[in-house]
C-alpha cells in the first residue's frame, strides 16, 4: 500500500507563505493523481488542488492564485505552495492518491497573528 507523509506545517501569520510536502512510498509515483485536501475545525474535508501525473493542475476557487501545486516525480513528492496565507486557511492539511486512495497522517496549517 502506498504510505504518504506530508511535512512543512506550521504557524504563519496572515500574508505569509508555507509550503507542503508529501513523500510518497512506491514505484508508480508519477502516474499517480495526487489531491491536497484540508479539513478545518467543525468542517467538512475539502478539496484545495489536485495534479495528474503529467503536471495537469486543478484548484478550487477560495485559493486559486494563491496556492500552487506541484511535483518531483523523482522524489516521488507533491508540492503545496501556499502564499497569501489568510486566517481561514488554518486546516489541517492532507495529501491523497487518488488511484489508490490512500491518505497521509495531515499538517497542521495555522493562520494567524
Known amino acids: 500500500q502506498v504510505q504518504l507523509v506530508e511535512s512543512g506545517g506550521g504557524l504563519v501569520q496572515p500574508g505569509g507563505s508555507l509550503r507542503l510536502s508529501c513523500a510518497a512510498s512506491g514505484s508508480m509515483f508519477s502516474i499517480y493523481v495526487m489531491g491536497w485536501y484540508r479539513q478545518a475545525p467543525g468542517k467538512q474535508r475539502e478539496l484545495v488542488a489536485a495534479?495528474?501525473?503529467?503536471?495537469?493542475?486543478n484548484y478550487s476557487d477560495s485559493v486559486k492564485g494563491r496556492f500552487t501545486i506541484s511535483r518531483d516525480n523523482a522524489k516521488n513528492t507533491v508540492y503545496l505552495q501556499m502564499n497569501s496565507l489568510k486566517p481561514e486557511d488554518t486546516a489541517v492539511y492532507y495529501c491523497?492518491?487518488?488511484?489508490?486512495?490512500?491518505w497521509g497522517q495531515g499538517t497542521q496549517v495555522t493562520v494567524s497573528s
Open positions: 495534479i495528474t501525473g503529467d503536471g495537469s493542475t
Open positions: 491523497r492518491n487518488w488511484i489508490t486512495n490512500s
